[in-house]
């Protein structure tokens, strides 16, 4: 019989760390072993989240390297950026393979000092980072001792664009992504941008043209232009009125004559064997419903033959599949489990 995960959870008082934590709890091959949050240690952690109470019973600890070695294998760090990069190290040279959900990993360190204003982790720590994402990296996750989780949006923004740049069908710098976020993309902290007040009722842009995730974003592009050429986006990111879900609208120059059903085939063979990527057919888009609080990424597309342009829109849960469902599903990859072990949950419709 196989030996359950046993597993370490720190930074689960934030949206992130729950989510990880509901999503570990009917994993049937894990087992969670270490619980931290240094801002509330020695809590219990339904004390937090009292919707937690007689189902969980997790006693909160300090974030301490040599302890989690002691009792976990696989480490899942949903810490802010800037954070988790004084704990990888020590995580790491006590044995435990590490997926980190903050940004501080995914990225070369002077691009990552420049676009996170923050101090970069150690080169010989960040040369073992992998990029989490596995439909695009899946025999390099398997195999690694460091997984850097990527980012809400450039999950949804890459999923949606990956099979049109590594197949040369769009021009790569014509690229406009419209994306909108809800506010718990945002975190937990408290910040008068996040304020019910200023949200309720209200659509606005933040960080146009400067938002973090777009290296992120470019760095993958480029990896798979057939090309060799750099990709540049232009990427505009909105919040809007509603508690969790992203959804991108791209759009790009065609370097052929296509048709929408020449690139949903592209698409269908891209993602034959992603199952979280789920493609809608001619004239149907997906919406942030369909995907709530599940792990699946939902595409829709569309060619207009009058401007010969193609406008592609993603969807996913930020907390899902943007973090904490991506980081398992990461994990069953470090694991040797199927990719969907614990994840195949049906979204949340109402």
């Known amino acids: 019989m196989r030996e359950e995960m046993q597993i370490a959870i720190l930074g689960a008082t934030g949206y992130t760390g729950l989510e990880v934590v509901r999503l570990l709890h009917k994993h049937p091959e894990a087992e969670v072993t270490y619980v931290s949050s240094d801002s509330q240690a020695g809590a219990e952690l339904a004390d937090v989240y009292p919707h937690l109470r007689g189902v969980l019973a997790y006693t909160l600890e300090g974030a301490d ?42 990225l070369p ?19 073992r980072a992998v990029y989490g994402l596995p439909e695009l990296y899946k025999s390099q996750i398997t ?126 063979e891209f993602y034959r064997d992603a199952p979280f990527v789920r493609l809608h057919s001619a004239g149907n888009f997906p919406q942030t419903r369909d995907v709530t609080a599940s792990n699946f990424c939902d595409i829709g597309l569309r060619v207009d033959p009058r401007t010969n342009r193609v406008t592609v829109i993603g969807c996913i849960d930020n907390l899902v599949k943007g973090a904490a469902g991506q980081a398992i599903q990461n994990l069953n990859l470090l694991a040797g489990l199927p990719e969907t072990t614990g994840l195949l949950n049906v979204p949340v419709y109402l």
């Open 65 to 106: 390297p040599a302890e989690i070695a002691k009792r976990a294998d696989y480490a899942l760090v949903a810490l802010p950026s800037g954070v988790s990069t004084n704990l990888v190290p020590g995580l790491l040279e006590a044995g435990v393979r590490v997926i980190d959900l903050a940004g501080d990993h995914r």
């Open 109 to 127: 360190d002077d691009v990552y000092a420049k676009w996170y204003k923050k101090q970069p982790p150690a080169p010989t720590v960040l040369e």
């Open 143 to 268: 195999g690694a001792s460091l997984i850097a989780n990527p980012g809400c949006y450039p999950t949804a923004t890459l999923l949606s664009l990956l099979p049109l740049v590594k197949n040369g069908l769009i021009d790569p710098h014509s690229l406009v992504i419209d994306a909108k976020s809800g506010v718990s993309g945002a975190g937990k902290a408290l910040s008068a941008g996040t304020h019910f007040v200023e949200v309720n009722e209200n659509f606005k842009a933040y960080k146009v043209g400067e938002h973090q995730h777009i290296p992120e974003i470019e760095q993958v592009l480029t990896d798979v232009n057939p090309s060799g050429e750099a990709v540049t986006i232009s990427f505009t990111t909105h919040l809007v009125p509603m508690i969790r879900g992203i959804l991108t609208t791209s759009y790009a120059k065609l370097t052929g004559s296509y048709s929408t059903e020449d690139l949903l085939a592209v698409y269908r």
